[in-house]
């Protein structure tokens, strides 16, 4: 599904693709003054309802697209958000209510969460005397050319144009076998 045309409510735009990618994306258009806002698709009564759709496409922080399969078929439409999105959560279900009842203005009030989405994040826990980073497979700390790595398999991985250690004490260097040089 990433990088292929998106098809939203108000037709394909050509220029957008899931997954994250740049993207031009038309405003939402307003309905005319003659249009009744209050025209519920089949299913649902009156645009007040809380609605679960799909994460198909990120416009930015702040909007994504979404398609919501019970409204409108297949199309995408642009939704703002109350909560920061990114390309992780490309393809997540979303929880939608709509400005003023109108099915045209979406607005994102949260990610519905599964055994999978949660279980892949990574925990982080900060108080005075410690900060915690937890994750499944690694954690890598970079700047520039230097970089810390953590595997799961208990690898470090120190990587710099250069390596300095210091000690007040004794600096010990253990292991099964030491090679240096």
């Known amino acids: 599904m990433l990088n292929q045309p998106i098809q939203t409510a108000d037709g394909a735009f050509p220029g957008a693709t899931a997954g994250g990618a740049q993207q031009t994306i038309p405003e939402r258009k307003q309905p005319a003054a ?37 409204i409108f078929s297949s199309a995408a439409m642009k939704a703002r958000t109350v909560i920061s999105i990114s390309e992780k ?19 994102i009030l949260g990610l519905i969460k599964t055994a999978e989405n949660v279980a892949s994040k990574v ?7 410690r900060f915690v980073v937890v ?10 050319e230097a970089s810390i790595t ?13 390596v300095l250690t210091r000690a007040k004490g004794i600096n010990r260097i253990k292991g099964a076998a030491v090679s240096i040089n």
Do not use: M, N
Request: aromatic share 4%; charged share 25%.
């Open 135 to 144: 994750a499944d497979r690694e954690i890598e700390l970079r700047c520039g």
């Open 150 to 162: 953590l595997t799961r398999a208990g690898k470090v991985l120190i990587k710099g144009e250069y």
């Open 89 to 107: 959560e490309v393809g997540q279900q979303a929880v939608l209510a709509f400005e003023d009842g109108d099915f045209a203005k979406p607005i």
């Open 34 to 70: 003659s249009v009744a806002v209050a025209h519920s698709p089949a299913g649902l009564a009156t645009g007040w309802e809380i609605v679960v759709g799909q994460i198909v496409g990120l416009v930015s922080s702040a909007e994504a697209l979404v398609a919501l399969p019970r």
């Open 123 to 129: 925990v982080v826990e900060a108080d005075g005397d």
